[in-house]
Nanobody, 121 residues
Framework: QLQASGGGLVGPGGSLRLSCAVS????????LGWFRQAPGKEREGVGC????????NYADAEKGRFIISRDYAKNTVYLQMNGLKPEDTAVYYC????????????????WGQGTQVTVSS
């Protein structure tokens, strides 16, 4: 089970940290991806972390702004989002998969519910 939280309303240039609490799965054996879906648009990958947390990769638009990290003790993965823009407004989802980390929804088997992020002045 994955539980995403931490969304909210933030002004342009602001920051938010999303959390994805994972239970029933081991992040040592599952990759973790973050996705978002804006109204009227397809769900897109923003970043992912490999099994065991050894590496993280980001979509080009998010490089340098978003950081994925992991708390081993809490079995929780975070998405730190900085320099937020109105176009980052979306419902954000975390997902886990037993295969290699990827940027597509079919790379993941398990999904949490989304958390809304709104960037607006």
């Amino acid at each position: 089970q994955l539980q995403a939280s931490g969304g909210g309303l933030v002004g342009p240039g602001g920051s938010l940290r999303l959390s994805c609490a994972v239970s029933g799965l081991s992040l040592d054996f599952h990759a973790l991806g973050w996705f978002r879906q804006a109204p009227g648009k397809e769900r897109e990958g923003v970043g992912c972390m490999s099994r065991g947390g050894g590496s993280a990769n980001y979509a080009d638009a998010e490089k340098g702004r978003f950081i994925i990290s992991r708390d081993y003790a809490k079995n929780t993965v975070y998405l730190q989002m900085n320099g937020l823009k109105p176009e980052d407004t979306a419902v954000y989802y975390c997902a886990a998969g037993s295969g290699p980390p990827g940027r597509y929804i079919y790379d993941y088997n398990y999904w949490g519910q989304g958390t809304q992020v709104t960037v607006s002045s």
